[in-house]
């Protein structure tokens, strides 16, 4: 065992023998098809499986690191399987039914009270070392005659796209988006139900982040991680040209609400400057299936 467990509890016999103790084995199953959305695309979970540590978590392995091993198509199913870090193994522990466990990733070291902590990317004002982005979390239960841990991972963190259609024969030397939202961007993860909860905050939180043109050229698209549960209350978005600094926002309603934040969706945002005068907003479905919400 990777931990104190071996020696405090004794693992289980093969149960057809009788003879030599039960190896655990981890897999992902399918990666991608069953996660309702990953950043950009599907792949990204499976690529964040095979860069990072995964850790797994439960009353007898606490918070143990395994790592990317290799992968396997069968019956049109991609199976990824991890083993532990330093290349030992985890058994099932002696007489224990059924045995739930749970597993995470980017891994962190200082899991404490079953909970890792997470944030927002849009968090850079603090040195946050010890929390995690994006995180993604599964679990299964095994057995003692089945004591393969099969894992859907699915993100836990929602995302935030924000497109921009710059007005055509417009020179921008910079401009930056205010968002301003109910709660922080922070908080810690349970690792037995994936739920994360953010952390106390008195007031709202507000994040600014600026642009600055080259040659003219303005970026026009921003992708970012969001705590779920969390509402977008104001945007402020100033932009400057040459000859000009124009600041317009849009302060949202209970009557006239922004979209709520779940963990596993997509929202993209369309800012148009050619119509951010009028700042209608508009709410409809796209063809990709993503939420879409733009002014």
């Excluded at 910079?174 to 968002?179: A, C, H, M, V, W």
């Excluded at 949202?252 to 945002?269: L, S």
Aim: proline content about 4%.
């Amino acid at each position: 065992m990777l931990t104190g467990c071996e020696a405090e509890a004794p693992t289980a016999l093969l149960p057809t023998t009788g003879e030599g103790p039960v190896e655990v084995r981890f897999h992902a199953i399918n990666v991608g098809a069953g996660v309702t959305v990953s950043r950009a695309n599907y792949s990204d979970v499976a690529t964040s499986l095979q860069e990072d540590k995964i850790g797994i978590w439960n009353e007898f392995y606490d918070n143990i690191s395994l790592t990317y091993q290799s992968s396997t198509t069968e019956n049109e199913k991609r199976i990824y399987t991890f083993s532990p870090t330093n290349g030992g193994k985890i058994y099932y522990p002696y007489e224990t039914e059924q045995l739930p466990v749970y597993a995470y990733a980017p891994y962190s070291n200082t899991a404490e009270n079953d909970s890792v902590l997470v944030k927002s990317e849009w968090i850079e004002d603090v040195a946050y070392s010890d929390y995690i982005t994006d995180p993604i979390w599964a679990c299964d239960t095994i057995t003692k005659e089945n004591a393969t841990a099969n894992f859907g991972f699915k993100h836990q963190m929602a995302r935030l796209k924000i497109n921009i259609n710059t007005e055509i024969g417009v020179t921008y030397s910079s401009y930056n988006i205010n968002l301003t939202f109910d709660r922080t961007q922070h908080g810690k993860m349970s690792l037995t139900t994936g739920e994360i909860i953010p952390a106390k905050q008195t007031g709202e939180y507000s994040y600014t982040e600026t642009y600055n043109s080259e040659d003219g050229e303005m970026p026009t698209s921003y992708d970012h991680t969001i705590l779920s549960g969390t509402k977008l209350k104001k945007i402020a978005v100033t932009f400057t040209t040459d000859t000009a600094t124009k600041i317009y926002e849009y302060t949202y309603t209970e009557d006239n609400p922004f979209k709520d934040f779940v963990a596993g969706t997509y929202i993209q945002m369309h800012i148009d400057f050619k119509k951010i005068d009028s700042l209608n907003v508009t709410t409809n479905t796209s063809i990709t299936g993503y939420e879409r919400e733009g002014f």
